[in-house]
C-alpha cells in the first residue's frame, strides 16, 4: 500500500483505540455498580447473553490474529528456507517434491501451532 498510506493507518488505528479506551472509560463510570470490566458492562446492561456475546467476540478476534501471525511466519520462513536452500535467484514457485514441501508456508504454520 506504500509508505504513507500505512503511515495514515496507523494513525487512524490509534485514534479509534484511544477513542474506544475513553468511550469504554466513559460508559464504567456512567454505569451504576462501578463495573470492572466488559463482561460486568455487558451483564448489567444485557443480562446473560452479553457475557456469552462478548466471550464469542473476543475468541474470534483472538483465533483470527493468531492465523494472521501463523500465515505470516510461515511465509517468511518459507522464503527463508527457500532463499538459504536454493540461492536467491530461483523462482520458488517451480519447485518440485521435497523442495516444495520445506519452502511452502505448510509445514511451519504446523510446527509452530504443534509449539
Known amino acids: 500500500m506504500g509508505l ?3 503511515i495514515a493507518f496507523m494513525i ?4 479509534l483505540t484511544l477513542n474506544s479506551t475513553y468511550l469504554y ?3 464504567k463510570d456512567l454505569i451504576p455498580g462501578q463495573p470492572e470490566s466488559l463482561f ?3 451483564y448489567i446492561l444485557f443480562k446473560r447473553y452479553a457475557i456469552f456475546a462478548i466471550s464469542s467476540i ?12 501463523f500465515i505470516i511466519f510461515g ?4 522464503k527463508i528456507t527457500g532463499s538459504l536452500a536454493y540461492g536467491l535467484d530461483v523462482d520458488i514457485s517451480t519447485l ?7 519452502t511452502h508456508r505448510v509445514p511451519y504454520i504446523l ?5
Not at 487512524?12 to 485514534?15: D, E, G, Q, R, T
Not at 511465509?75 to 518459507?78: F, V
Not at 510446527?111 to 509449539?115: E, F, S, V, Y
Request: charged residues 5%; proline residues 0%; negative net charge.
Open 58 to 69: 473476543l475468541a474470534i478476534y483472538s483465533l483470527g490474529l493468531c492465523m494472521v501471525y
Open 40 to 42: 460486568e458492562i455487558g
Open 4 to 6: 504513507w498510506t500505512a
Open 25 to 27: 472509560l466513559k460508559a
Open 12 to 15: 487512524l488505528m490509534a485514534f
Open 75 to 78: 511465509e517468511t520462513m518459507g
Open 111 to 115: 510446527g509452530l501451532a504443534t509449539l
Open 96 to 102: 518440485t517434491g521435497s523442495a516444495y514441501f520445506f
